[in-house]
């Protein structure tokens, strides 16, 4: 049975960071797609970034050069490590693996 738990989602002043993790088991992680998308109040989801299928990485354009993507193998964990976060950067993470859907965390950018 597919599993995705996201953690580290919080409340941060702007400039702040935080990591979110997406931990996945029942899966063949290595080869699976996968990116994080978020969802901010009244608006639609929104993707945020992802890895290709060679492994390369993509942003979305707000999020370029503040937000960064990266996995660990072996322990079929997915990250995003968030710099410099923005009030418009208040949303609802979740982690996609093969469309499956994590359960998302808070993450709000407030002074």
């Known amino acids: 049975q597919v599993q995705l738990v996201e953690s580290g989602g919080g409340l941060v002043q702007p400039g702040g960071s935080l990591r979110l993790s997406c931990a996945a088991s029942g899966i063949m992680f290595s080869n699976a797609v996968m990116g994080w998308y978020r969802q901010a109040p009244g608006k639609p989801r929104e993707y945020v970034a992802s890895?290709?299928?060679?492994?390369?990485?993509n942003y979305a354009n707000a999020v370029k050069g503040r937000l960064t993507i990266s996995r660990d193998n072996d322990k079929k964990t997915m990250y995003l490590q968030m710099n410099s976060l923005k009030p418009e950067d208040t949303a609802v993470y979740y982690c996609n693996i093969n469309n499956r859907w994590g359960q998302g965390t808070q993450v709000t950018v407030s002074s």
């Open positions: 890895f290709t299928s060679s492994g390369d990485t």
